[in-house]
């Protein structure tokens, strides 16, 4: 095959994951709890405190660079969060300037409720696979959540 239609065919098939990647940002992220699909929290919102609950805390510069936002987005994120109940600020022991941001019991409760509608959806979607298949989808899924922790 030349490398003409090499270079074709892998753009058909990069083509094509596109249109599966949105219909499973669809039914991963969208239709993810009931929570989420209500609007109550946004996926970024969500994302953060996925963050958060990973560490004890965090400051603005941290929540910012790890979102890939400005601080004032960032800022934006967290005053909605801490309207809800889900973080709360505090400041630096030995700098006050510094800004450090914790999740609360409820958003900690808030992750772990819709990781558990994840793992739900996650079962249901894995049945439609031979066993096979599902150590494939998963060692798969490795290699690409490997190149995803270097970007």
């Not at 030995?94 to 793992?119: F, P, W, Y």
Request: aromatic share 6%.
């Amino acid at each position: 095959m030349s490398t003409l239609r090499v270079a074709d065919v892998r753009r058909q098939d990069a083509e094509r994951l596109a249109d599966i990647f949105t219909v499973l940002q669809r039914c991963f992220i969208l239709n993810l709890s009931k929570e989420l699909s209500r609007g109550n929290v946004s996926f970024p919102q969500y994302c953060l405190l996925g963050f958060l609950r990973e560490q004890k805390e965090l400051t603005m510069t941290e929540i910012s660079q790890k979102m890939g936002h400005s601080t004032a987005a960032a800022t934006g994120l967290i005053d909605r969060l801490e309207n809800l109940g889900h973080v709360r600020r505090t400041h630096g022991r030995d700098d006050r300037r510094k800004v450090l941001v914790q999740i609360t019991t409820t958003g900690s409760a808030l992750v772990s409720e819709v990781r558990e509608d994840m793992i739900d959806n996650l079962l249901k979607m894995m049945e439609v696979l031979e066993p096979e298949e599902q150590k494939t989808w998963l060692q798969i899924y490795e290699k690409i959540f490997s190149y995803c922790q270097t970007k």
